[in-house]
Structure formats: structure tokens, C-alpha cells
């Protein structure tokens, strides 16, 4: 059963703490990709990442930080530097051909206590 | 730079039909796309269309693309319940792994 996970379902953050979001996938894309979603404003990418132990920055990187060690994986960091975490974080990937279709997981909820 | 334009809500009464219509900058825009996200949960790809393409029917959704107005449109026969939530339009340009995505419209469907 293919597809994209990602855990937790809800993440809660304290002041001053990093937290990681997890990314999984096993559709065997190449890249894979970090958005974040507000109310009214869409879609911004935060990081994406074309091929293992390479990644770029988005509109949105700063506050934020990324590994991408193995194909399946891409977790995204928010660091205590990111003064405004809360909202709603996608993880997406696709295959890189013409068609660049982006599969999306089910999303993780930060908020900040 | 790129810009991807939706109205923001859209009401509908069961059984009617809905017409979604995104508008974007980018005249290179090869990919053009339509995800749904309904409450708390991802994007999920409904469909997408290429640019030298100027209609795409699928089922109930039908695309329509103005390349010379950049305008796209989705429409949805026979709007049900289950057909409320977000639609989010996309470009992608040619060249760019990266699409840019609206902010997509809220679509209310009452009985």
C-alpha cells in the first residue's frame, strides 16, 4: 500500500524547543518537498529536496531546517528561531518527470503552548 | 514573479454545478493543476491539464483552459455534500520542478 505519511497527527511546542515533523515515503520519488499552510494564504514551501543529501531553500526557510539521508525520509526541524510556528505543515513528493505530479501526505498540526 | 489567483468561497446547491475559476501570470506555464483538500487533511490530486490542451473531462469534472487569458476554470456536474471543501489551483512552469499554488476556494454545498 503506497503513499505518504506523516506523524504526528498534532505536535505541541514549548517556547525556546525544536521539534522534528516526520516524512515518509514509499512511492520511490525522487524528490520530496515541505509546505506550510495558513489560513487564506495557501501553499509556501518551506524546503524541497531533489535527490539524497541535497536540498534547497523555499520562500519560507527561515526557522526551519531539513536532513535528507535516505530517499524515503525528509523530516523537517522547527527550530526555536521560527517565532511563529503554528500552523498546518504538508509533506508532498513526485517523481521528476514531464507530468511532476505532487502526491501530498495527510499533514501534521503544530501549536505552540 | 508567478502569481496564482482564486476567489475565495463559492456556495452551491446540492445538484447544481460548480465552476471553480483560477487565474495565473506565468505565461510559460506548461502544467496546470486542481487538488481538493477537505478538513484537516492533505492535498489530494483531482486532476490536471497541459497547456497545449484546452479541455479536460473527467467523470464530473470538466477543465477548461484559456491559455490567452490565463484562465482556468473547474467545474463540477451535479455538486454534491461530499464535494465540499478546498480546491486549489497550481502552475507549474516549464523548466521548474516547483509549481505555485493559489489559496485556494472554499466550496460550500447546501442542500
Known amino acids: 500500500d503506497g503513499g505518504i505519511t506523516q506523524s504526528p497527527k498534532y505536535l505541541f511546542r514549548k517556547e525556546g524547543q525544536n521539534v522534528t515533523l516526520s516524512c515518509e515515503q514509499n512511492?520511490?520519488?525522487?524528490?520530496m518537498y515541505w509546505y506550510r499552510q495558513d489560513p487564506g494564504q495557501g501553499l509556501r514551501l518551506i524546503y524541497y529536496?531533489?535527490?539524497?543529501?541535497?536540498?534547497q531553500k523555499g520562500d519560507i526557510a527561515e526557522g526551519y531546517s531539513v536532513s535528507r539521508e535516505k530517499k524515503e525520509s525528509f523530516p523537517l526541524t522547527v527550530t526555536s528561531a521560527q517565532k511563529n510556528p503554528t500552523a498546518f505543515y504538508l509533506c508532498?513528493?513526485?517523481?521528476?518527470?514531464?507530468?511532476?505530479?505532487?502526491?501530498f501526505g495527510p499533514g501534521t498540526r503544530l501549536l505552540v503552548l | 514573479g508567478e502569481d496564482v489567483e482564486q476567489s475565495l468561497f463559492l456556495s452551491v446547491r446540492e445538484g447544481d454545478s460548480s465552476v471553480i475559476n483560477c487565474t495565473y501570470t506565468?505565461?510559460?506555464?506548461?502544467?496546470l493543476y486542481w487538488y481538493k483538500q477537505e478538513p484537516g487533511a492533505g492535498l489530494q490530486l483531482l486532476t490536471y491539464?497541459?497547456?497545449?490542451?484546452d479541455m479536460k473531462q473527467d467523470q464530473r469534472l470538466t477543465v477548461l483552459l484559456n491559455k490567452k487569458d490565463k484562465h482556468l476554470s473547474l467545474r463540477i456536474a451535479d455538486t454534491q455534500t461530499g464535494d465540499s471543501a478546498i480546491y486549489f489551483c497550481?502552475?507549474?512552469?516549464?523548466?521548474?520542478?516547483?509549481?505555485?499554488f493559489g489559496r485556494g476556494t472554499s466550496l460550500i454545498v447546501h442542500p
Open positions: 512511492l520511490n520519488h525522487d524528490a
Open positions: 497550481a502552475e507549474r512552469a516549464g523548466g521548474s520542478y516547483i509549481p505555485t
Open positions: 506565468d505565461s510559460s506555464s506548461t502544467y
Open positions: 529536496s531533489q535527490i539524497v543529501n541535497d536540498f
Open positions: 508532498a513528493s513526485s517523481i521528476q518527470d514531464s507530468e511532476e505530479t505532487q502526491y
Open positions: 491539464i497541459f497547456s497545449n490542451m
